[in-house]
């Protein structure tokens, strides 16, 4: 992830190492796997956990001289020790507050309460489980993502919802636009930043040992 050959694009601020934000998303969960609503203090799985430890040289090299961050869920933390970094917890990596549902998997959700399902998957503004729109959670990434703007490198690790919501302000989609990307337990995506704005570097990216 340093220089390219032939060097930068114009207005490119790469450096030596990681320039820009490079977010990895956690190891996998239970939950995950049962496609269940996000809940923060779910553990994430020991099989997966070994799968970051043994990416921890891979990781270490991309991020060398970056600040790393951490969402304050306990899978969050779990990868990032996996990984062997000195995290900083940020709430505004945290994902969406799902309010009752959280926990739950997605097709009880859809049986018993698919009227209040179809409002919150059409409009980002709607919290009908009683935690936070789409629409606030972007709001909160993306004012994260701005305060870290400056830094010469940073690796966030947290889950999917955080790094699509970071994708949709960079490439200015809305919050149901950037739901489309898939992104798998502990690929990385990359943001960089230039005079011009954001630009996404490599999206769920797997990689390897």
């Known amino acids: 992830m340093g220089l390219r050959p032939g060097g930068p694009p114009p207005g490119d601020r790469r450096v030596a190492g990681l320039s820009g934000v490079l977010l990895v998303r956690h190891a996998s969960t239970p939950g995950m796997r049962a496609a269940c609503f996000p809940a923060p203090d779910a553990d ?17 090299r991309a991020a060398a001289g970056a600040v790393a961050w951490a969402a304050p869920s306990v899978a969050a933390g779990q990868t990032v020790a996996a990984l062997g970094l000195a995290a900083r917890v940020v709430p505004a990596l945290a994902e969406v507050d799902c309010g009752r549902w959280q926990g739950q998997p997605y097709e009880r959700v859809a049986r018993e309460e698919p009227d209040a399902l179809a409002s919150w998957l059409t409009d980002p503004h709607a919290a009908p489980h009683g935690g936070e729109s789409l629409a606030a959670h972007a709001g909160r990434v993306a004012a994260w993502l701005e305060s870290v703007r400056a830094e010469p490198g940073v690796v966030a690790v947290c889950d999917a ?28 995506t990359e943001l960089t930043v230039t005079r011009a704005g954001w630009r996404v570097a490599h999206v769920n990216r797997k990689v390897l040992i």
Not at 44 to 60: G, I, K, P
Not at 165 to 178: E, N, Q, T, V
């Open 161 to 188: 919802g955080a790094i699509r919501a970071a994708l949709g302000y960079a490439l200015g989609l809305d919050p149901l636009s950037a739901a489309r990307f898939d992104l798998a337990p502990l690929s990385v």
């Open 44 to 60: 994430a799985d020991a099989a997966s956990l070994a799968r970051a430890a043994a990416l921890t040289q891979t990781v270490a």
